[in-house]
């Protein structure tokens, strides 16, 4: 069962560089072949990312792999540094050099006194594991790297540990944190790991009062800030009205503060139309519903207990990326590692609510209600950056989904 | 960056003597070449019935599908291509396991009447014999599977990923009866029937076999070898036309894009001598508008000053037609020095000796451009970001479906309509308030 028809879940390295290049004040060299760099600049376009100056090649000749020659990456480290004088030059090898067992480390190591850019290498080259592993480790490298003691915290400021471009809606997710914890504490943003930040951002990681740690994958860094900074965190993303208004109060726990009463007000009411739906439910026996969910681990889990809330049993949660990296895995999640399992689960489905990706959906048949939740993203660019599947705003969306697909089933 | 000293690291192309010597303007690269994983994407794109199985990692199965996506030739989601994604456990023991699997399923599910096995460098890297696990599963499953080896860290782009897979398709041909058709090779964009070639072949009563790998199907491969000849329209596919001639004995004639009317004429005149026809009438009017055309621009292009990057017309062909419109070559960007060009590389060298540099690293052309100032860009770039720096773009993509003389009508109207842009930035420049 090893054939992949349409796309493999992406590797450890390509988690690693889409997250990377959205670190202002720091350019990757890829050390390896020039078509893997050339090929992935759509790819991570489509994500939003910025790619001028931000990501280069050193390509990589017969005679480099045969002779471990790393002449041309000491040349291209240098040449970077004194060109485009970025505070971050990020190292990351290609399969290739991962293979040949080329020592970039090393060779940060000894170069590092030669140019005024910190070198980082990042080895793993995309044979380990899947992007979320790929995600753990540049979060801990990153935190090892970035991360010092500050003297003082700010009040009142908090971290996203998390956040990544390949995630649906990552952008508009933000914007709905942000606008959350703005309006229900006052709360302002102090990093966003790893998603349109800088180097300057990492930096001050420290000074937040509390991390928000929205993905399994970020779970070892805000562990490790905890013990070592003492930084708390709250994991998992707010999804629903009660998911939403249940991660605030573990929140307002930590910062000390009640929700705002406006926004505690909106909550309560938005909660009481699911709660009618729930009540109703024995009403509409004859199109009670079912979901299946198809994506990141937060997301079906999340969606899924928003989903049953309003009375949609949700029949199937199936993960798309490894659990490899994923501790508290709950039983309800499972994990199909052939793409042709996955398949025939979407293709058995009918009259179902679908939340999945655009090679998922499309093989869903057309009497399931699609909604693209997840990656990748084939047929669209993701433009807009306020239209959250997350918080109050995200599940009014998926409310709306809800009663579209609820009223024409018999 | 330093123009300055970017230049200053140029070498010209009489200090250069073999391709080894010509090195990217920096050493790390934006965007990078394309690998040859996507040339032979590219070439399968055109075999209608043919199944392509990407086997390497993650990303290039990834990228791969994604390309294949554009357009409607592989078939959109559920098309032809499909991947083996390999991970360490295969790199230390091997993927035969996994590629027999996988190609059982494929077998199973698309019916496939060819299959193209595209290795990908960590193929080539672990040394996996691909050769012969392509045998095995041809005589296994009783369809033609072939190997087509693309790893990038042995070549500067992807074109021999086009070259391989139209060489491979030879492996399907079997000896056929001779017939009195022409087969077309290398056609890669764009229609051959849209061609001023097509019509001048149909119009003396030659038919048209095989077109590979722009429209064709398994069928027409296998059945190619019979034909009176081959007329090889791009250099990607010499190789095939070559081992044709080899295995069944077809003769080939080369008829690329060329640009300058007398070798248009030329290569007119070879095809119709080897296919035993009187050459068409018309053709003689054909080639005095060419030459008159190419005369009269010459007097607006002259002393115009430009930089090569990449177009579909043989590189030192067509610039040896640049310089013989008084044109002044300032940089040529190429990954390859070929033997059969060195009368015209020694043509340019004669009058200009031009910076060689290899190409797809466009990032610190822009420095370069404030240093040596030129009218022109000829290939892929920003447009906007060139007109910033009173440089038009000449674009060539539409050539891509022409052959014969319509190629120099086509590209002295686009280097007019370049220098009519020059001179309406000038004109704006002095308009504009100080």
Redesign the interface.
């Known amino acids: 069962?090893?054939?992949?028809?349409?796309?493999?879940?992406?590797?450890d390295?390509?988690g690693i560089i889409w997250s990377l290049m959205t670190v202002e004040q720091s350019v990757i060299?890829e050390y390896?072949?020039?078509?893997?760099?050339?090929?992935?600049?759509?790819?991570y376009g489509a994500l939003g990312v910025d790619?001028e100056?931000r990501?280069?090649?050193?390509?990589?000749?017969?005679d480099?792999?045969v002779m471990g020659d790393v002449s041309?990456l000491e040349?291209?480290i240098?040449?970077?540094d004194s060109?485009?004088h970025p505070k971050v030059i990020f190292i990351v090898a290609s399969?290739?050099s991962a293979?040949?067992g080329a020592d970039i480390a090393g060779v940060c190591a000894y170069m590092q006194e030669k140019t005024s850019a910190r070198l980082i290498a990042l080895e793993q080259g995309?044979?380990?594991g899947?992007y979320g592993l790929g995600l753990t480790q540049v979060y801990q490298q990153l935190a090892e790297a970035f991360v010092k003691k500050e003297a003082r915290q700010v009040p009142n400021t908090y971290n996203i540990i998390g956040a990544s471009a390949y995630s649906r809606r990552a952008r508009s997710d933000i914007n709905e944190i942000k606008r959350l914890m703005a309006e229900a504490f006052g709360s302002t943003l102090n990093a966003c790991w790893l998603l349109d930040t800088s180097i300057d951002e990492l930096q001050k990681t420290a000074k937040a009062q509390l991390n928000l740690c929205l993905r399994p994958e970020a779970l070892p860094v805000c562990r490790r800030m905890q013990e070592h900074l003492g930084i708390p965190f709250v994991k998992g993303m707010p999804y629903g009205y009660t998911g939403t208004r249940n991660w605030l109060s573990l929140v307002g726990e930590i910062l000390d503060l009640p929700i705002a009463p406006n926004l505690a007000k909106e909550l309560a009411e938005k909660q009481r139309y699911v709660n009618s739906m729930k009540a109703m439910s024995f009403m509409r026996k004859d199109r009670q519903g079912k979901a299946a969910l198809f994506g990141e681990y937060a997301l079906v889990q999340g969606l899924g207990d928003f989903l049953e809330e309003c009375a949609i049993p949700v029949t199937h949660r199936v993960l798309t990326q490894s659990p490899k990296v994923i501790t508290e895995l709950l039983e309800n999640i499972v994990y199909l590692e052939s793409e042709?399992e996955r398949l025939n689960v979407v293709e058995a489905l009918q009259d179902t609510l679908v939340l999945a990706d655009?090679?998922l959906l499309?093989h869903c048949s057309a009497d399931n209600h699609k909604i693209r939740a997840s990656a990748p993203v084939?047929y669209a660019a993701e433009r807009a950056h306020h239209l959250p599947l997350c918080g109050i705003h995200g599940a009014d969306f998926l409310l709306e989904e809800v009663d579209a697909y609820l009223y024409p089933l018999k | 960056?330093d123009g300055h000293k970017l230049v200053a690291s140029l070498k010209r192309m009489s200090e250069i003597e073999e391709v080894k010597q010509i090195t990217?303007l920096?050493?790390?690269?934006?965007?990078?070449?394309?690998?040859?994983?996507?040339g032979a994407a590219l070439a399968v794109r055109g075999i209608q019935d043919a199944m392509m199985m990407v086997i390497g990692?993650?990303?290039?199965?990834?990228?791969?599908?994604?390309?294949t996506?554009n357009g409607d030739s592989f078939g959109g989601?559920?098309g032809r291509c499909?991947?083996?994604?390999?991970?360490?456990g295969d790199?230390t023991f091997g993927s035969r396991k996994?590629v027999v699997?996988?190609?059982k399923?494929?077998v199973e599910?698309y019916q496939p009447k060819v299959v193209f096995l595209v290795t990908t460098?960590?193929v080539e890297?672990?040394g996996d014999d691909m050769d012969a696990i392509a045998d095995e599963l041809s005589e296994q499953y009783d369809i033609a599977v072939m190997a087509v080896h693309t790893?990038?860290?042995?070549c500067e782009n992807?074109l021999p990923g086009i070259t391989r897979t139209l060489e491979a398709c030879v492996d399907m041909m079997k000896p056929q009866p001779a017939n009195d058709k022409v087969n077309v090779l290398g056609q890669r964009m764009g229609s051959f029937e849209g061609t001023e070639l097509y019509q001048v072949l149909t119009q003396s009563g030659v038919k048209i076999g095989l077109q590979i790998p722009s429209n064709c199907s398994v069928e027409e491969i296998k059945g190619a070898s019979g034909a009176k000849a081959n007329i090889v329209v791009n250099d990607t596919a010499l190789p095939m036309a070559k081992k044709m001639k080899r295995k069944f004995g077809t003769p080939y004639v080369v008829f690329e894009k060329f640009v300058a009317p007398q070798r248009i004429y030329q290569a007119y005149t070879q095809l119709f001598e080897a296919l035993d026809y009187p050459p068409p009438k018309m053709l003689e009017e054909k080639y005095r508008q060419a030459m008159e055309q190419t005369e009269q621009a010459k007097q607006r292009l002259q002393g115009l000053r430009y930089i090569y990057g990449n177009t579909p017309y043989p590189l030192f062909e067509y610039n040896r037609f640049l310089v013989d419109l008084e044109m002044i070559p300032l940089v040529i960007q190429t990954a390859d020095l070929p033997e059969e060009d060195l009368e015209d590389r020694l043509y340019i060298q004669s009058k200009h000796d031009p910076y060689l540099v290899l190409p797809?690293n466009i990032?610190p052309l822009q420095f370069v451009y404030d240093v040596l100032k030129p009218n022109f860009y000829l290939g892929h770039e920003y447009a906007h970001r060139l007109r910033k720096k009173k440089i038009a773009l000449v674009r060539s993509d539409q050539a891509a479906s022409m052959l014969g003389f319509e190629i120099t009508h086509y590209a002295l109207d686009s280097l007019q309509k370049a220098q009519e842009e020059l001179m309406q930035m000038h004109r704006m420049l002095e308009r504009s308030p100080a």
Do not use: Q
């Open positions: 069962m090893s054939l992949v028809r349409y796309f493999p879940t992406p590797s390295r390509m060299i390896g072949p020039a078509g893997t760099t050339h090929y992935g600049i759509g790819f790619r100056n990501i280069f090649t050193t390509h990589m000749s017969e480099d792999v041309r040349k291209a240098l040449e970077v060109n485009l399969p290739i293979v040949i995309g044979l380990r899947d042709r655009d090679a499309h084939l | 960056m990217h920096t050493h790390v690269l934006f965007p990078g070449t394309h690998c040859p994983l996507m990692t993650d990303e290039c199965a990834y990228y791969t599908k994604s390309l996506l989601l559920d499909v991947s083996v994604v390999l991970d360490s790199v996994r699997a996988a190609f399923e494929m599910e460098c960590l890297i672990i790893e990038h860290f042995k992807h797809a990032a």
